[in-house]
């Protein structure tokens, strides 16, 4: 595991490239899928949210709400039904290595070793010549040097996701969307995972925007999580998370945006 | 973080529980930590199963010298010393081998997996050899006994080997050309919406027609009987080929696509880095199948109009009632197609190298 203890947030992005978060407005957007047997089925309904650059924000909401959706409009694999969404006031249109996808999945490619894997962004945009070394400096970034040579059926799930996010990384990216990357890790590696996160995010300085159906997840990472409803989804409430990093987890201010959280979701007849 | 990288994965030899238990003592202190049971153990002793083995091939040469062969009319069967001498020198050396041990090195390591082949071998070729050329059991000529091979071999071994290099050259050119148009067409109908529109009802339409079918048509438009039968094992290994090619590259996670378009992916990238590799395992389904097809219209050609190879000249042998070079064009043949098969897995375990739990040929 890399270390993650970095006080506070640096202020200017140090080894890992020029990158700066990038401005992301999503305006009025709507989505609707076509179903199978005519009709269309509403996602998304009139979001309207604003990622300022270098803000890590969490969109939290329940399961099918359409959360998934919303980042790949932003990710520009999809066109929005209704509505504008702009990176630093250019509308996206396509996908774009400034903002890069983490899915749920690792999706590596089996045939490729995780160095290879690392190096697919290079290799597509051609660079892969000139910045090869970027590569391994990603793999220490991660801590997967001893697994350059690896396949991916080798690794555990951990392994394949830091994986993931090397790849992501060694883009330089301006937005990081990530779609629930730890979902299906187990709780102990979701932990030190997240940690890793936040440190990466720290250095780099790129804007984040995470999909989580994980409260604390969301609290723990996010300098605001925006609480989506149901299907079609709606903004029901923004949290702003007013805590220095590195948190703790047992922090009475968390504990307390953590109820409020799921009074929003209508979950708190546990509480 | 459960996975082990694969350096330092311990390899486990082939286990043999009593002699590990006997070299045990000796090894060096640093491999005392390894368990016994995962220590490289080299075989000792006398190889019992060798021993066996030997004394079957002894036993085939003493039958093949010592029983006269049955009488059958015309001029006795040729090479009957030879073969037993063969036999017998055979088992001399096995038993060379058996008995020396660890000894043998490397021989006996190679020879020690088949040992069970090798008894069984001896035993088979004793019995073909009773029924033939000693009992008379099987009817004469249609049955051939096993010196009969080595008669053809040394008789006609210009005349077969020509026709094995014509057989194999008719097959390179036609696989060749099959696999590339196959695979080609495959990844086209597979990616473009439009050829799967247009190619694809063809390709179910007429794939299915056996290309022997259209042997009569071939030989009529071709300019030479070669050019036609060429065509014919191409289109054979072209149906499999394409239509596995095909599979592959549409059953392609969507999310490989994602993946690398939002690390900005060109079209062709997609197609050449994610789609082609990601498909290859069908390809060699495809590939495989097709081989097996390829062989059957290649002998079906030669029979039936090209003046050469394999399968001419099985047609000529029942011609001039010469069974015994039938079956040696037969073994050829064997020999040839499954040298090809096993060539072709193991191009696949090296292209594949990164699947695990593929199927061992």
């Known amino acids: 595991m890399v270390s993650v203890a970095e006080a506070g947030r640096s202020g200017a992005p140090d080894t890992v490239g020029p990158a700066t978060g990038a401005r992301i407005d999503i305006q009025g957007v709507s989505h609707w899928f076509r179903q199978p047997r005519g009709g269309a089925l509403q996602v998304l309904d009139g979001i309207d949210l604003q990622v300022r650059p270098g803000e890590f924000v969490a969109l939290l909401g329940p399961s099918g709400c359409g959360k998934s959706t919303l980042l790949r409009l932003v990710a520009g694999l999809e066109p929005a039904t209704t509505g504008r969404l702009l990176q630093d006031g250019v509308p996206i249109t396509q996908p774009d290595p400034s903002r890069i996808v983490v899915f749920q999945d690792p999706t590596l490619y089996p045939w490729r070793n995780v160095r290879d894997n690392v190096a697919l962004g290079l290799q597509a945009r051609g660079l892969l010549g000139a910045q090869r070394s970027r590569v391994d400096e990603a793999l220490v970034l991660v801590g997967l040097t001893d697994f350059a040579d690896s396949f991916p059926h080798q690794l555990s799930g951990g392994m394949a996701q830091r994986v993931a996010l090397a790849r992501a990384l060694v883009n330089d990216p301006r937005l990081l969307v990530l779609d629930e990357p730890l979902g299906k890790l187990d709780s102990l590696t979701r932990i030190a995972m997240q940690s890793e996160l936040l440190a990466l995010w720290q250095r780099a300085g790129f804007s984040a925007l995470l999909v989580t159906h994980d409260v604390e997840e969301a609290l723990f990472l996010a300098d605001r999580v925006v609480i989506l409803s149901d299907r079609p989804a709606r903004i029901t409430a923004e949290l702003v998370v007013d805590l220095p990093y590195p948190r703790h987890r047992g922090h009475p201010r968390l504990v307390e945006l953590r109820h409020a959280a799921l009074r929003h979701l209508g979950l708190d007849a546990t509480w | ?361």
């Open chain 2, 1 to 361: 973080m459960s996975a082990a990288p694969p350096a330092r994965a311990v390899r486990a030899p082939v286990l043999r529980k009593t002699a590990a238990a006997r070299v045990a003592v000796s090894l060096p202190a640093s491999e005392a930590v390894l368990p016994a049971s995962l220590r490289d153990v080299a075989p000792t002793g006398i190889w019992r199963t060798g021993v066996l083995a030997a004394s079957g091939w002894l036993g085939l040469g003493a039958l093949t010298l010592a029983w006269p062969n049955r009488e059958v009319g015309f001029s006795d069967w040729a090479f009957t010393t030879e073969l037993g001498v063969a036999a017998v020198v055979a088992g001399l050396l096995l038993a060379a081998v058996a008995l020396a041990g660890a000894r043998a090195g490397r021989v006996g390591r190679t020879l020690r997996p088949a040992g069970r082949w090798l008894i069984a071998a001896p035993l088979l070729l004793a019995l073909w050899e009773a029924l033939t050329a000693k009992l008379g059991a099987l009817p004469p000529p249609f049955f051939a006994p096993p010196q009969s091979l080595i008669d053809v071999a040394h008789e006609d071994w210009a005349r077969l080997g020509l026709s094995t290099v014509h057989s194999l050259r008719l097959l390179a050119q036609g696989f060749a050309l099959g696999a590339l148009a196959g695979f080609g067409t495959g990844v086209w109908i597979g990616w473009s919406r439009a050829a799967g529109y247009w190619v694809h009802p063809v390709l179910r339409f007429l794939g299915p027609v056996p290309a022997s079918a259209l042997l009569p048509l071939a030989f009529f438009f071709a300019p030479s009987s070669h050019a036609a039968a060429v065509f014919l094992v191409a289109l054979a290994t072209f149906f499999p080929v394409a239509v596995l090619t095909w599979s592959g590259v549409a059953s392609v996670s969507k999310s490989y696509y994602d993946v690398a378009r939002t690390l900005g992916a060109s079209e062709w990238f997609l197609v050449r880095r994610v789609a082609v590799p990601a498909a290859l395992p069908q390809v060699f389904v495809g590939l495989f199948m097709g081989l097996g097809a390829s062989f059957s219209v290649l002998v079906t050609a030669e029979m039936m109009g090209v003046k050469a190879g394999l399968g001419w000249y099985l047609q000529w042998a029942q011609g001039w009632a010469a069974y015994a070079n039938m079956y040696a064009a037969l073994l050829v043949m064997a020999v040839l197609c499954s040298g090809l098969i096993t060539l072709l897995f193991a191009v696949r375990d090296r292209t594949l190298s990164w699947q695990k739990g593929t199927v061992k040929w």
